[in-house]
């Protein structure tokens, strides 16, 4: 584990660098063109970049990025 003293800034920089990687595995996610390793690779980033965010935000904010998992089997 490691420890991190941001200033005011700094945290407001690495909440948007997470919010913005979320909304971009999000959308990466959602593309039925990738498959296999690599989406299995994006899904563990997006956990991890997840709970990151969730460090320094509301839960209200959290909210907005919460993966729907059910998938439709056909």
């Known amino acids: 584990m490691m420890g991190f ?3 005011q800034k700094e945290c ?3 909440e ?3 919010r913005r990687e979320l909304e971009e595995l999000l959308l ?3 593309d039925k063109r990738i498959d296999g390793v690599v989406r299995v690779a ?5 956990s991890t970049v997840f ?3 969730g460090r320094l935000v509301s839960p209200k904010e959290l909210s907005k990025y ?3 998992k059910t998938k439709t089997s056909h």
């Open 12 to 14: 407001q920089e690495l």
């Open 28 to 30: 990466d996610l959602g």
């Open 42 to 46: 994006m899904e563990e980033r997006y």
């Open 16 to 18: 948007y660098m997470l």
């Open 5 to 7: 003293l941001f200033n």
């Open 51 to 53: 709970k990151m965010y």
């Open 66 to 68: 919460v993966r729907n």
